[in-house]
């Protein structure tokens, strides 16, 4: 089966960190490019961040996390994971990892590539 499953949400205070986690299965992450992608109540889907396929090189940000946020890969775990510090209220939402049929930094369409079930992100002020 091939899919993807996200873990690592929950509820933090404001400036705290956590650390995403994205697990494939029934294919290897290496060799696809992948994004993070946010759904904040109101406003809809959200690109957070990508990473390239295979040398992982290319990682781009929303200037609303740059700085902030990063985006890896470990090819041993076949995990991709968005390590997220200093959050904000703002950054509240359910995020999404998401397998892109190329590298992109706009917001993937639902239909498009293979997304996982997502997970809860709260950040209290």
């Known amino acids: 089966l091939v899919a993807l499953v996200e873990s690592g949400g929950g509820t933090v205070q404001s400036g705290g960190s956590l650390r995403l986690s994205c697990s494939g299965s029934?294919?290897?992450?290496?060799?696809?490019?992948f994004a993070w992608v946010r759904e904040v109540s109101g406003k809809g889907l959200e690109w957070v961040s990508s990473?390239?396929?295979?040398?992982?090189?290319?990682?781009r940000y929303a200037d609303s996390v740059v700085g902030r946020f990063i985006i890896s890969r470990d090819r041993s775990q076949n995990q991709v994971y968005l390590q997220m510090n200093r959050l904000k209220p703002e950054d509240t939402g359910v995020y999404y990892c998401v397998r892109t049929p190329r590298f992109t930094t706009t917001t993937p369409d639902r239909n498009v590539g293979l997304w996982g079930q997502g997970t809860q992100v709260t950040v209290s002020s």
């Open positions: 990473i390239s396929d295979r040398d992982g090189e290319s990682r």
């Open positions: 029934g294919f290897f992450i290496w060799t696809y490019s």
